[in-house]
């Protein structure tokens, strides 16, 4: 069995996005110079991925919360999978990666 989340789309429950209020999810801080040890190669390959891929914060903070929603919603998933197991007597004997 195979999970897609928490990659894009961000797609979850409500209940998943209720977790994390808009106005609660911080914004990653990017040091001074902290792209400074991407190879410049790196940087021309994908230029829209660095400096918050030029999104507005507000677009960033809604983009942070929906993927915070996603990796709730695969963990609530993936615990109803593990309990499953659990429950059919199957757990000691399934790898899980």
């Given at each position: 069995m195979g999970f897609l989340r928490p990659h894009l789309p961000f797609?979850?429950?409500s209940r998943s996005f209720d977790l994390d209020p808009l106005n609660s999810?911080?914004?990653?801080?990017?040091?001074p110079r902290g792209l400074d040890d991407?190879?410049?190669?790196?940087k021309?390959?994908?230029p829209w991925l660095w400096n918050h891929m030029k999104?507005?914060?507000s677009d960033e903070r809604e983009a942070l919360r929906g993927y915070c929603?996603?990796?709730?919603y695969m963990d609530h998933e993936?615990?109803?999978?593990?309990?499953a197991?659990?429950?059919?007597g199957l757990a000691k004997r399934t790898v899980v990666v």
């Open positions: 797609v979850a429950p999810v911080e914004l990653a801080q990017n040091p991407i190879p410049e190669g790196h021309k390959l994908r999104m507005r914060e929603a996603a990796i709730s993936a615990g109803r999978v593990l309990a197991l659990e429950k059919l």
